[in-house]
Each structure stands twice: as C-alpha cells, then as structure tokens.
C-alpha cells in the first residue's frame, strides 16, 4: 500500500491558462474521489467514479471542470480558463467500497494558485 | 440539506488533560458520521465512525467520539491529550437517504493544539 499520490503538489498558473491534476489511487480501490478545500474551510465533493464510471458531480464543477478515469486507475482533473477563485487545494482520495461506512484515503492534495 | 458545524475554529489543551472537538450534523435521513484528522502537509486521514450501534465509538490513536441522536452531535474527545495530537480536525456526515451517497459533508475544521 503505496497510499494515494497526486502529481503535482503544487502549481501555479496565470489567470485563463488550462491546468491538469492527476491522482493514483491505492491499487485495489475502485473508487476515486475529487474533493476541493479552500482556506479555512472543509473539503467540498467535485466529483467521484467507480472504476471508470463517473457516478456523481456537484453543482461546483462547472463546465470549465473534467475529471476523466479512462481504464479506471488513474484520474485527471483538467480545469479550462482558471480563474482566481479557482486557487484552491485539490485532494483526492480512494476507496474499497464496503457501502454507505467506507472510508476514504487521501492523498496530500495539488495546491493550485491562480494569479 | 445536509451539513456538518464545528462550532469552534481552535481548541487549546494542556497535554495530561481530556480534550473535546465539538460536531453538529444535519441530514435528512439516518447519519452515518465521521471524523478525519489532517497533520500539516499530509493528507486526511480517517479516525473513526459511527453508523449504528452504541452511541460511543473508539477510533485510532486513543480517540472516541460519542453520539448523540437528540442532539444531533457527534463530539470527539480523547481522556488524555498528547502533544502529537496536535492538528486539523473534520467532522464528517454521509446521508443515507439522498441520491448523493457517494459524497461526505464535511465541517469547517477544528485547529486542536495542545501545549507541553
């Protein structure tokens, strides 16, 4: 168990330029999660797939959002013409799911500046 | 709509002394209830749940949370604080009814910081 890794761990771009996260999940975990935490606030949901099924969004990941996990391993996070507000910790997390009490493990997250 | 507070932004402990993170939920259905611990650059980390049961649940690292349905709180104590116990704490909700099962609600967080 290697734990969750996201590459980068940080990044720092100009206003309208396009990014892209990525996030390995724990080999055996079919579940993949996006999460997105700004100072001083708890993490909120984007997004999470299951295998390469993308079950579920929030209202949060707007069109400029896509998250993408082709053979159900890795994932991506691209977000197009980033804006200032879009500075925030992104966090991933897997799981081996075992219904509604799973838990989640978290990688250390992409820290994204907008400037 | 479901939501989780933390009432309070920092807790301060002296190490020996028993600690308390308060957590509040709302949720629309059954709760099933979390807490993570978040160290500085690290990732979060699960402590412990509670989904049914007996209303106190022992987690990692010496810590137990008790629940309280009347209340609709889910407060994390530990007897005795360590100095290492220092760090970001989240209180987390899952509601069992809505169609958002895959995603957890999580608190604003609790900055725990117990001195020597």
């Known amino acids: 168990d290697t734990g969750v890794s996201q590459d980068p761990r940080h990044k720092i771009t100009k206003r309208g330029q396009n990014v892209t996260f990525r996030c390995d999940p724990i080999?055996?975990?079919?579940?993949l999660y996006w999460y997105r935490q700004t100072l001083g606030q708890g993490p909120e949901f984007l997004t999470y797939?299951?295998?390469?099924?993308?079950?579920?969004k929030s209202r949060l990941l707007s069109d400029r959002f896509s998250a993408e996990r082709p053979k159900g391993s890795f994932s991506t996070l691209e977000i197009q013409r980033t804006e200032q507000g879009d500075s925030a910790m992104y966090l991933c997390?897997?799981?081996?799911?075992?219904?509604?009490?799973?838990?989640?493990?978290f990688g250390s997250g992409t820290q994204l500046s907008v400037l | 709509a479901q939501s989780v507070a933390q009432p309070e932004d920092q807790v301060n402990v002296a190490e020996g002394n028993p600690l308390t993170v308060k957590c509040t939920y709302s949720?629309?259905?059954?709760?099933?209830l979390f807490w993570y611990v978040q160290y500085p650059n690290r990732g979060l980390q699960f402590l412990l749940k509670?989904?049914?049961?007996?209303?106190l649940v022992k987690g990692s690292y010496g810590f137990e949370a008790e629940f309280n349905k009347s209340q609709t709180s889910f407060h994390l104590k530990k007897p005795s604080a360590l100095v290492s116990d220092s760090a970001l704490y989240f209180c987390?909700?899952?509601?069992?009814?809505?169609?958002?099962?895959?995603?957890?609600?999580f608190g604003r967080g609790t900055q725990l910081t117990v001195w020597p």
């Open positions: 949720v629309s259905g059954n709760p099933y």
């Open positions: 797939f299951q295998n390469e099924a993308q079950l579920e």
């Open positions: 080999s055996e975990h079919n579940r």
């Open positions: 509670y989904i049914t049961g007996d209303n």
């Open positions: 987390a909700v899952r509601d069992t009814t809505s169609s958002t099962l895959g995603r957890l609600y």
């Open positions: 997390a897997s799981s081996f799911p075992t219904g509604l009490t799973e838990k989640l493990f």
